[in-house]
């Protein structure tokens, strides 16, 4: 499937990340590691994939936030939590 925005021939790519993957993102000045909780689609800049993540602040509270898809990069099992002391 192509769609014409303007000029520009888009073609669709596939997902990077999906519901339910683990991401590590950059949060102020350190990286966290938070949970896909939406995927938004290609609404970014140029068809960039948006998803909403969820970050554990503690263990009743979360925050969540939109980050492009290319800002985000996969978190490994061994990756701790971000849960404040």
């Known amino acids: 499937m192509r ?3 303007g000029k520009l021939d888009l073609v ?6 999906r519901v339910g993957d ?3 993102v950059r949060f102020g000045a ?13 609404i ?3 068809g960039e994939q948006i998803v909403r993540v969820s970050m554990p602040l503690d263990d009743d509270e979360t925050f969540e ?3 492009s898809a290319s800002r985000a990069s996969p978190a490994d099992s061994s990756q701790a939590t971000n849960v404040a002391p």
């Not at 669709?12 to 990340?17: A, D, G, I, V």
């Not at 350190?30 to 290609?42: K, L, Q, S, W, Y």
């Open 22 to 24: 683990r991401v590590m």
């Open 65 to 67: 936030f939109e980050v």
């Open 3 to 5: 769609r014409q925005v």
């Open 30 to 42: 350190r990286d966290v590691v938070a949970e896909v909780i939406e995927d938004r689609g290609p």
């Open 12 to 17: 669709p790519r596939p997902p990077r990340y």
């Open 44 to 46: 970014g800049h140029g």
